[in-house]
């Protein structure tokens, strides 16, 4: 009787993996056939991209726009056309495009002076010197006019010509003050596509509107809970973003970020912020911006000991700031906890490449152990860390 009892209990247990085998095979099968559509449609458009005709333009004349689509733009020569021309084939055309040039020196600017001459809406931006992601994108954003705002890289492409139709479409029913979109990555060394999913979409799309107080700290709750179910996408191009939104955040950043020379970490500072400040937030599951991973861009790509020390200070601002933020709207010093665990290596390359900002480090883990808010933990973590240092 009791063998009996063991045979039917590995019956059911044989059953209960095999039924999760296919479970496991059909999401597989459902990604690749996305992977292959999205693929397939990829490779439509790009061919399709240059051609200026492919939609009818309505020129609309003196009316304020209601998406500003912001480039900053440093020798972009070999991307920038691609990116104004995804744009410009949108089937929505009530937009403006603004392109910080950022003191390049390569063509990027006579390309983009020739798509002035046939197009009005766009706007260009010369600085005098190189300046920076962050201040190229303030400046931005200061002369727009637009509603709304997609912050976009000058390497990407808006990959479906009517996002921005949806997006309107969207936003005409429920008024949001943020909409995100989904994104497709095109590591263009190795040369295929592959969905994000892990890396910058830890969400299900699902159209739920989020209201505040839970907007403003979804970010943090769902990353120290591992609970990805609703939002944790913290780069700010795969978004519409209300303009008052947007300068809201930018002021509270303020100067201090505003004069500094930003490579990295500054579109996530801008996005915690802006969930701040939002009033609601909702996503679309559509693939509709095409993230370009170039082996030579800054984020990802090999750079030279200056650089590499200018990235490494850059993830210490945005500590400062993040903390800053923290304490100034009395949230849990948990939050930077977390993004101190993940950011901190960071900071022990930059003590490594240079002493000259080890003064500010000391003084910055100081100000953390001062704190009466800070956790026991995290204490712990900073004294650990002094010590090296």
Known sequence: ????????????????????FIFLYLKFIK??????????????????CNNLKRYNRKKIKNTTPFFSICFPAYNMENYIAKAILSVLNQSFQNFEIIIVNDYSNDSTKDIIKKFQTEESRIKLINHSKNLGVYYSRVDA??????????????????????LLEM???????????????????????????????????????????????ELSDIHFYNYTTKNF????????????????????????????YYKKFFITAEDTLINIICFHFANNYSNIDLPGYMYNIREISMTHGKSNIKKKILFCYNHLLYLKKFYLYLKDFNKSRIFFLY??????????????????????????FKEILNDKFTSITLKNIINNISSII
């Open 1 to 20: 009787m009791l063998y009996s009892n063991e045979k039917n209990n590995l019956k059911i247990n044989l059953k209960i993996l095999f039924f999760f």
């Open 31 to 48: 990604r690749m056939f996305f992977n292959y559509k999205s693929l397939a449609f990829y490779k439509h458009y790009i061919n399709e």
């Open 141 to 162: 954003i200061l002369l727009s006019r637009g509603k709304y705002i997609i912050l976009m890289d000058p390497d990407d492409m808006l990959l479906n010509p009517k």
């Open 167 to 213: 997006l309107y479409d969207y936003n005409l029913k429920y008024n949001l003050d943020i909409i995100e979109f989904s994104v497709i990555c095109f590591l263009e060394k190795k040369g295929y596509l592959k969905i994000i999913e892990k890396y910058y979409h830890y969400h299900n799309f699902n159209k739920k509107i989020i209201y505040q107080p």
């Open 229 to 256: 179910s609703k939002v944790q996408c913290r780069v700010i191009w795969n978004k519409i973003i209300r303009r008052e939104i947007l300068l809201k955040s930018i002021q509270y950043i303020g100067l201090e």
């Open 339 to 364: 993004e101190f665990k993940e950011i901190n290596k960071e900071i022990l390359k930059l003590n490594k490449l240079s002493k000259k900002y080890k003064i500010e480090i000391e003084q910055f």
